[in-house]
């Protein structure tokens, strides 16, 4: 690989040498005098030749990864010369002799200068490890920057006045190290109180004005970021929680919430920041370069050496820092999860005793984040180091250098020291923008996990649009075999069909893990199956509009789970205008009217985070009476009556049998519940063993009567009813 292309190298230069060989040739045919020169013009033609032949060459030979390179290498080589001898005639004029002819050996040197040059600049920004895909990495964290910024465009007009305010602080501040330089120059001098006060005057008003305008561009880049955050927060969140069910449980809540809190928070303040310096230090830049190059072009020159330098030193530091970035963040992110899990669940861990297992296991992690940042800080370090070596060596030559032209008349005292502020404010410049070619890969690792989750598109079907103002309310799952996403090799349902009629209580009884719930996650349309059909009134699920759907078909689960807000707003959870009768008709229902006209402020008592501030029994019947305000076509419970009292449970017995027209699914392992059900399907291992009325299921002696048997001997021997 690498000898081909040394290869390649060596035909570009031997078709150069033989270019040269050709011109050398024809001048001493020519009888050219020695010495002789062309106008620049011929200089450029000839350079331009060179290039077309030398380019001809390099694609005829070269393929690949390595082209851009070549082509970078070859344009050098021709144009360097031709832009050399045009700077030379612009600094001094040309010579009456016109522009020279390279010789053999000013042909050797362009080769060495355009081949120092290019690998300067492959080293410094190479198109990023190759081999690794990184030229990809760049253009990747390139184009989601821009992204980021094309959602910034609702700001433009903040944005529009945060450039204007920072052109005009860079403008004053520009204008003050050459006040400063004046003000020394004129102490220097004989004292002239007029031109004096007016450089101190204008030192002020610039100092003045540049602050005021620093601070409004500062306020408007943090009120559009601000904004930005919370439009990108928005977007987030509402494409999470349109994911399918699967993506839940195969993504950790934690890092969900760090996507959505610190991660959008890095994105955008990294981007309007880079942003900031990105437009301060690019005009500030071509402000202070300007007034440099009015000094003093030799001192220019020496100052624009720390600007490579820089800019390599730099691009070490970004390559090695964007994996340790990435850790870090990972860190945090486990850290995180690990802290919420164990305060979320503190019930769990203290009845276990478990606090001293959950504090190793948060220290295990924050102890993996600190070595992380270890190595981040050591780094940064060494480049500080570095950074400031560079600094101070340019500094040093340029102050040598300018005593010289003091010396020869070419420069003032005041000159040289405006110069020096100059300088200083370049090179800091000059490290920001470098900075934040890095700091951009780094913004763009937390970017890209956001737009990880913003482009995702839920794996299942979308909902449809059927929404048929009668319903009966007849669910059928036929020859369904289904898995979970993240077990995909263990089917929890196997080929199972059964039909739960309005009307009607249908029970599904079983052992733990015989596919209950899953039966359940089905109906409510959490997840597709793999195999056969759920339908509802014979049509698919998935055909029916989703609200619509969620507003006929209601459950009530084991472990209901309640948000923070008032009684009513849990009741009426997801629906819009629903009025005050209906939710205490519903929580009349529910047997929860009571006890929630005891609660301090009744209806618009506060229940607590998840609930927490009710007991199981009284979150159970709001959660019922949450399904029920509804009024859905089909009702599903699963095991609700575990906690429920006597007279709730009696409260139900009117829902439970599906008087009122409705199809009722009950889900139970206390046997005693489904006694009354019209239909009780066994089921086991994902597969339905058993059906029928519990009185055919007795006589059966099957595994129904089993199982019950097995149960109330059970409950005998602990003494439990
Ligand atoms: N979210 C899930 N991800 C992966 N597998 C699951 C998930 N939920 C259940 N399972 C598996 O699917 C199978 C059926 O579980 P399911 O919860 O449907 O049983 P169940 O009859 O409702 O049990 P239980 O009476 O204990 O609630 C089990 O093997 C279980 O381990």
Known sequence: MASSGMRVYGTVLSCDLAFWGVVWGGLVLLGWPSGEGVALGSLWAMGAGRWLLLHAVSVATQSGRGRPVLRRWVATLCLLGPAFESGKALQWGSSSRGTPIPDPGAAALGVVAATSACLFWELTFPEAERGKGGGEKQQKAWDLFMRVIRYSRPDALHLGAAFLFLSLAVLGETCI????????????????????????????????????????????????????????????????????????????????????????????????????????????????????????????????VEMPLLALLQNFYNTHCQALMQQLQDCKAEAQEVASSALGAVRTVRSFGAERAEARRYQEVIAKMQAAQWRKDTLKAVLLLLRRLVTVGVKVMMLFYGRRLIASGQLTSGGLLAFVLYQKDMATNTRHLVYICGDMLNCTSAASKVFLYLDRKPREEGAGTLEPPNLEGRLTLRDVTFSYPTKPDAPALNGVSLELCPGKMTALVGPSGGGKSSCVSLLERFYEPQEGQVLLDGRPLHSYQHRYLHRKIAMVSQDPVLFSGSVRDNIAYGLEDCSMERIESAARKANAHNFICELEQGYDTDVGESGGQLSAGQKQCIAIARALVREPQVLILDEVTSCMDVDTQLAMQEVLTGSRGQTVLVVAHRLKTVEQADSILFLEDGVVVEQGTHRQLMARRGRYHRLREKLFSDLDSTGTH
């Open 177 to 304: 190290p050459y006040y400063t330089g004046r003000v020394v120059d004129l102490l220097g001098s004989r004292y002239q109180p007029s031109s004096f006060l007016s450089a101190i005057g204008f030192m002020a008003l610039f100092s003045f004005s540049s602050s005021l305008c620093v601070g409004l561009r500062g306020g408007m880049f943090m009120w559009s970021l601000s904004r930005l955050n919370k439009r990108m927060r928005h977007m987030l969140f509402r494409s999470l929680v349109q994911q399918e069910i699967g993506f839940f449980e195969e993504t950790k809540p934690g890092g969900l919430t760090s996507r959505l809190i610190s991660d959008i928070d890095k994105m955008g303040r990294s981007v309007a920041m880079n942003i900031n310096v990105l437009l301060r230090s690019t005009v500030k830049l071509l402000c202070l370069l300007g007034l440099m190059l009015g000094l003093s072009w030799h001192l220019t020159v020496l100052a624009c």
